[in-house]
């Protein structure tokens, strides 16, 4: 099989912008180390809409190759970049990305209407629901319900896709709508009532996370023959129980603006539960992105391993209010992604 050599700048743009979300991430964890304007407050938006808002949509258009659908990928990386020097025009660039990334979601919900299809098209909804509101003003610590929801959904679409196997019965499938429905609800409460938003959010999160724990393949998959198929299923399988603990935490605690608790209830969710799904998927997604398949090594448990438990560290450092410790625990999530991503190119090269 041969590179698809065209598609390299774009996943390289989505590579950069996590790369500055992390060095952004570092400054905000207090690392004094250089910067430049606005990068600091853009590590949410860099993370959520310039590394994955490019990435996401990419294998979308990639899969369907329709040429207009590379518009959504395009505005979001160009709109990241943007974000730097003009922030205004970088975020109606980033919620435009989303606006066709819904399209694409559309076309996909066309051809297909089922509950996989609905599910990540709700979730782009709220991503780009959540963007406009992002482009209007609002802190994101009031939206960011709604970019945790266009993870959920993203990523619980692909699952309830990917283990369709399993055909969750009727009454589960009704019992999964409901939980949307409730995560969707309080992504609204929360502009009006933050504690009563993300108290709901937070029950649904929770919920979500036993429903996948109890329907999706990974939990049986753990004691799979193939090592691969064993690496993936332990990678969602933490994912969901942090998404667990992230939940239970909003629901705990309620609200969050700054400091350890927030920073403890968002990375559960975007740590543990994104960042493992993606070391779990990335033998799917950068196949479907490259053409090439990717090896699998028995060193990927050592970005796996430290990533879950650095990041258990800097959740104890945040729970207990131990600055410098939550400050290593952050580089060390960094140390694994970088592992990550090394490994991946790695793997890659070493096919070729
Ligand atoms: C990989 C290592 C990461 C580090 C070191 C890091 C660090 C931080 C820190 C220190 C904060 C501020 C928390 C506070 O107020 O005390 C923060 C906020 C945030 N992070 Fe991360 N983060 C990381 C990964 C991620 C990922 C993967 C995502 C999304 C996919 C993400 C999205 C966000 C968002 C949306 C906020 C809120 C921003 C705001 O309120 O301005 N982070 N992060």
């Given amino acids: 099989m041969k590179i698809r050599f065209r598609f390299i700048p774009l996943l390289a743009l989505a590579i950069l912008a996590l790369l500055f979300a992390m060095w952004a991430g570092l400054l905000r964890l207090g690392w004094r180390i250089p910067s430049i304007p606005n990068l600091a407050l853009a590590h949410g938006p860099l993370m959520v809409s310039g590394f994955l808002g490019v990435l996401i949509p990419l294998e979308r258009a990639v899969a369907i190759r329709k040429k207009w659908m590379y518009a959504s990928p395009i505005a979001a990386g160009v709109g990241w970049v943007s974000l730097l020097f003009a922030p205004t025009a970088g975020a109606i660039l980033m919620t435009f990305g989303s606006v066709v990334a819904l399209l694409i979601l559309l076309v996909m919900v066309r051809r297909e209407p089922v509950v996989h299809t609905i599910t990540m098209a709700i979730g782009v909804l709220s991503w780009m629901i959540g963007n406009i509101l992002w482009t209007l003003g609002f802190p994101i610590a009031q939206l960011v319900h709604w970019w945790i929801g266009f993870f959920i959904l993203t990523i619980g679409g692909e699952r309830l896709e990917l283990s369709r196997v399993l055909r969750p019965t009727r009454q589960q499938t009704r019992i999964f ?29 929770l919920a979500l996370a036993l429903w996948f724990l109890k329907n999706d393949l990974a939990a049986r998959n753990i004691h799979h ?30 609200a969050g603006y700054a400091g350890p608790i927030y920073d403890a209830m968002l990375h559960t969710i975007f740590v543990g539960f994104v960042i493992s799904m993606i070391f779990g998927h990335s033998p799917i997604i950068f196949p479907a992105i490259l053409g090439v398949p990717i090896n699998y090594y028995p060193s990927f448990y050592i970005h796996f391993a430290l990533l879950h438990a650095s990041l258990l560290l800097r959740v104890a450092a945040d729970l207990t209010n131990q600055v410098e410790l939550r400050r290593v625990g952050g580089l060390l999530n960094e140390v694994a992604i970088v592992l990550f991503l090394a490994m991946t190119v790695y793997s890659v090269v070493k096919h070729k």
């Fill in 177 to 205: 709508s409901g939980l949307v429905v409730a995560l969707l609800g309080g992504a609204i409460l929360a502009m009006f009532n933050d504690n009563g938003g993300a108290r709901l959010s937070g029950a649904a999160t």
């Fill in 225 to 254: 023959p193939n090592p691969l198929t064993r690496y993936i299923a332990y990678c969602l399988f933490l994912g969901f129980i942090w998404l667990g603990i992230g939940g239970a935490l909003q629901l705990i605690f309620g």
